[in-house]
């Protein structure tokens, strides 16, 4: 347990001192990325990992809320005003979508929020006047929160981490308290739940509401990285590229998503650098994690860790029966 | 005063009735058993009863208190615990959270995203008492899959138990049980105290028959025998669809 804990904190300190080692704004830049992408697996992990509602959809809301950021700024609004909009938007989108597919669970789930994500990546294409159509928005400045600008890659790097600590520390907080408990069960048992009395419907409508708010939080942090959003960033490969994030590093678990999340990016921005064909080898690596660690990184790491642990102690309990044995 | 009062309860599945007209009266504190060849809608009837399924007509009184309308999640809320025939349990965690998860169930506490549940001593002290009270105290921490069979059904009637229902439905809880399972659930069950109901289907009738007092015997849907024990045993029709012979 100790162990586990040294072993957080020394991730904690690189973090925090990552742009001191790193070389280049570029890595410092991949390492914002790794974390707003970490926080919107963090997001669709609530559901997919936690509640068992796998969605094919997700990208369809971070783009609600980066097109929103964008166009209330477009507007002239200010930067609180266009976060806070964003936010309610994406949250009040992940409402609509947890009303029409919470009417069923399984692929059903799926196949709605596929849907609704088809439609608004339609929407974003097609709705020109709104969205800029192909040629998407651009976002002219970053925000100054408190007099610091955002402007270079560091100032944003520490904001990112600051905002992925937090979303970190609330999903620590919400898997541990009883609504998280809550909504395990539904995910393993719900008609127990519900002969339970627990409201089964309600308690996945606020998990969707929690998913929804990190989600937004990300495409907040995204539509600012890089001041740009098109309908490409709603596209299907979007929503499926954020849940191959949760389910390779370990759908349910804390660090899963993160670590999933790093690869994902690691992979596609700066391996794509050495090797054309990328893609490749991206899937070559997910095939590799469904044969040897079907569930995730991080608990296949764990329990192959602990094999080896058991098998080392079993060695060693071995041994001296050996030596007695002897004369 | 009556507990649980079915008056006239019909379900059918397209052209098959699997409830027909069932009436059905139990006093508060009594311990009625429901036996019936396999498909005669038993655990249709319990379905109905919890709200799971919704009936066709009739209504489902609890206490007096009309329920038929009311959602079965609230059913718990108002008394009624039930167990299932297929153990339907919590298996990735450990034996004290399927505790806690039941008592979590009816305390408004549920609602809460911001506290640690491991921390909530009362909970934590209320299941261990649950578990000690049934015999599982010593393995409260033990993950609920490294569990028998028996074990998973007594921490199944804990759990209806730690809810303090008036009504208990119990669904075979001795299907498939060891003889000594058996015993251990037999206990368990004799010392429910008398302000819990408790309606049973069962099968295994030499533990069965000593722990009711009144017998209703279903046979396609419908009531064919009511009454105490003796008279439902010596009862012909008793012999002609389920005794056998």
């Known amino acids: 347990m100790s162990g586990r804990y040294t072993a957080l904190l020394i991730a904690l300190l690189l973090l925090i001192t990552l742009p001191y080692w790193m070389t280049g704004v570029y890595y410092v830049n991949v390492a914002s990325q790794i974390l707003f992408y970490a926080i919107f697996a963090l997001g669709l992990n609530v559901l997919a990992g936690y509640g068992g509602l796998v969605s094919l959809g997700h990208a369809g809301l971070f783009g609600v809320t980066a097109y929103a950021t964008g166009y209330m700024l477009q507007l002239g609004f200010s930067h609180t005003t266009a976060i806070i909009f964003a936010l309610v938007t994406g949250v009040a989108a992940m409402a609509v979508y947890a009303a029409l597919s919470l009417r069923s669970t399984g692929i059903g789930f799926i196949m709605i929020t596929l849907a609704l994500g088809e439609i608004l990546w339609g929407l974003a294409y097609r709705w020109i006047s709104l969205t800029g159509g192909d040629n998407g928005l651009s976002l002219k400045t970053r925000p100054e929160p408190l007099g610091f600008s955002l402007a270079n890659a560091d100032t944003f790097y520490y904001a990112t981490l600051i905002v992925f600590l937090l979303s970190l520390a609330a999903m620590m907080v919400f898997v541990r308290s009883p609504l998280g408990a809550a909504l395990m069960g539904t995910r393993d048992e719900p008609r127990r739940m519900n002969a339970l009395g627990y409201h089964v419907w309600a308690i996945r409508f606020y998990a969707c509401l929690f998913s929804g708010l990190l989600t937004a939080i990300s495409a907040i942090l995204f539509v600012y990285y890089t001041q740009f959003i098109s309908p490409q960033t709603l596209a299907l490969t979007a929503s499926a590229e954020v849940l191959l994030m949760v389910i390779s590093g370990g759908a349910g678990t804390l660090l899963g998503p993160i670590v999933g999340a790093a690869l994902v990016v690691v992979v596609k921005t700066v391996v794509s650098g050495f090797i054309e064909r990328w893609n490749f080898l991206l899937g070559a690596i997910f095939v590799a994690i469904v044969i040897l660690m079907p569930e995730g990184l991080v608990p296949g790491s764990v329990r192959l860790w602990r094999l080896a642990r058991r098998q080392r102690e079993r060695r060693a309990a071995r041994m001296p029966a050996k030596v007695e044995a002897k004369p | ?245």
Request: charged content about 20%; overall charge neutral.
């Open chain 2, 1 to 245: 005063m009556s507990a649980l009062t079915v008056t006239n309860l019909c379900k059918s599945f397209g052209g098959l009735h699997v409830t027909t007209d069932v009436n059905l009266n139990v006093e508060a504190g009594e311990r009625r058993l429901i036996i019936g060849p396999n498909g005669a809608g038993k655990t249709t009837l319990f379905n109905l009863i919890t709200g799971e399924l919704t009936p066709d007509s009739g209504t489902v009184e609890l206490f007096g208190q009309d329920i038929t309308k009311v959602p079965s999640r609230r059913r718990a809320h108002l008394g009624m615990a039930r167990t299932y025939q297929i153990i339907t349990l919590f298996t990735r965690d450990t034996i004290i959270h399927n505790v806690t998860l039941a008592l979590l169930g009816l305390s408004p506490a549920r609602w809460n995203p911001l506290i640690d549940l491991k921390r909530q001593g009362h909970f934590v002290e209320q299941a261990q008492a649950a578990l000690d009270r049934i015999g599982l105290g010593h393995i409260a921490n033990r993950p609920l899959r490294q569990t028998s069979y028996g074990e998973r059904r007594r921490v199944e009637i804990a759990m209806a138990l730690t809810q303090n229902p008036k009504v208990l439905l119990l669904d075979e809880p001795f299907a498939g049980l060891s003889i000594d399972e058996r015993r251990d659930v037999h206990q368990l069950l004799l010392a429910i105290p008398r302000d819990v109901t408790i309606v049973m289907i069962e099968h295994n009738m030499d533990v069965a028959l000593e722990f009711a007092e009144r017998i209703t015997l279903l046979h396609f849907g419908e009531v064919i025998v009511e009454g105490n024990r003796a008279e439902v045993v010596a009862d012909p029709r008793t012999r002609e669809v389920y005794l056998g012979h």
